[in-house]
């Protein structure tokens, strides 16, 4: 089955810096790429999603860059705020299956 | 729109007795749910998918016998404990994609905190 590689599992930057977490899959199958960010005790929220036929997409200060190739995809999050601190989990679906296989989780630290 | 709620948010119970948890979409339909656990710290598992109308599919190393899935309607699906023990607290969380679109969006429920005294 899939398996989903998430780095790092900390990160701390400072207030308007950048912050970029890597994910890499296995399965070549996989077509459906999103982005969560969790807080405590709360579901994740999708901020951001790729599909396989793109290679880049952004949202404001949220981008997400996707290597077929490599089967790597990346986050990265610009002017970073104390608001943005969370964990944070990238998840990848198999084409025709939608059930999401996550990554281990970055937990994000935005120092003011 | 897009709205999955879970019931209840949270449950204590004691080691041996059994525990239901619903997911219910509000504003659609959907044949398919997703059922998923996470430890403290830890990430989201998929333990289950859940399928209308049918046997729901397992994750290798979940047990059926003891995670009852029941997707009774296009709305509901039910998660069934059996026998919980203290290994088995975690945060349970569903999702569901709506049934007619082209997005491979999912919508998470709000989760159920179960404790196992």
């Known amino acids: 089955g899939e398996n989903v590689e998430q780095h790092p599992s900390t990160l701390s930057v400072q207030e308007g810096d950048s912050a970029v977490i890597k994910c890499t899959y296995s399965?070549?199958?996989?077509?459906?790429f999103p982005w969560y960010k969790q807080e405590l005790g709360k579901r994740p929220q999708l901020i951001i999603d790729i599909r396989s036929n793109v290679g880049e997409k952004k949202d404001q200060r949220i981008a997400v860059t996707l290597n077929k190739t490599a089967k790597h995809f990346s986050l990265h999050i610009t002017e970073t705020q104390p608001e943005d601190s969370a964990v944070y989990f990238c998840?990848?679906?198999?084409?025709?299956?939608?059930?999401?296989?996550f990554g281990s989780g970055t937990r994000l630290q935005v120092q003011p | 729109g897009a709205v999955v709620s879970q019931h209840p948010s949270w449950v204590i119970c004691k080691s041996g007795t059994s525990v239901k948890i619903e997911c219910r979409s509000l504003?659609?339909?959907?044949?398919?749910m997703f059922w998923y656990r996470q430890f403290p710290k830890q990430s989201l598992m998929l333990m289950a998918t859940s399928n209308e109308g049918s046997k729901a599919t397992y994750e290798q190393g979940v047990e059926k016998d003891k995670f009852l899935i029941n997707h009774a309607s296009l709305t509901l699906s039910t998660l069934t404990v059996t026998s919980a023990h203290p290994e088995d607290s975690s945060f349970y969380i569903c999702?569901?994609?709506?049934?007619?679109?082209?997005?491979?969006?999912?919508?998470f429920g709000p989760g159920t905190r179960l404790t196992v005294t």
């Open positions: 504003d659609f339909q959907a044949t398919t």
């Open positions: 399965d070549s199958a996989s077509n459906y």
């Open positions: 999702s569901a994609s709506p049934l007619a679109t082209v997005s491979y969006e999912q919508y």
């Open positions: 998840a990848a679906s198999l084409t025709g299956r939608r059930a999401l296989t």
